[in-house]
């Protein structure tokens, strides 16, 4: 079992950036991360993951240069490093973990999201 819990979420002008950490409790290190998010009314959508081993990314294109993934085996933790943050970047945004994909269906495990608020 795998439990994760997110934090860092906030009020950001635009421009800013903001620092999401998911914490994990248990064999997490078995497992690839990813970072999906979520507005009103839409579905969820990938953001970033990170493969088991930490060698690989992926990022999906609305947010590639801008994003980055990372995790700490030490702290059992997972991050993710928004820059030049936009309005269209606030959303609910959820840690999971599972296969190294960027298909919703390949996480097994999510968190209770962090919401990110960007102000124009």
């Known amino acids: 079992q795998v439990q994760l819990v997110e934090s860092g979420g906030g009020l950001v002008q635009a421009g800013g950036s903001l620092r999401l950490s998911c914490a994990a409790s248990?064999?997490?290190?078995?497992?690839?991360m990813g970072w999906f998010r979520q507005t009103p009314g839409k579905e969820r959508e990938f953001a970033a993951a990170?493969?088991?081993?930490?060698?690989?990314?992926i990022y999906a294109d609305s947010v590639k240069g801008r994003f980055t993934i990372s995790r700490d085996y030490a702290k059992n933790t997972v991050y993710l490093q928004m820059t030049n943050l936009k309005p269209e970047d606030a959303a609910v945004y959820y840690c999971?973990?599972?296969?190294?994909?960027?298909?919703?269906?390949?996480?097994?495990?999510w968190g209770q999201g962090t919401q990110v608020t960007v102000s124009s």
């Open positions: 248990g064999r997490s290190y078995k497992y690839a």
């Open positions: 999971a973990a599972g296969g190294f994909n960027s298909v919703e269906t390949a996480y097994g495990y």
């Open positions: 990170i493969s088991g081993s930490g060698r690989d990314t």
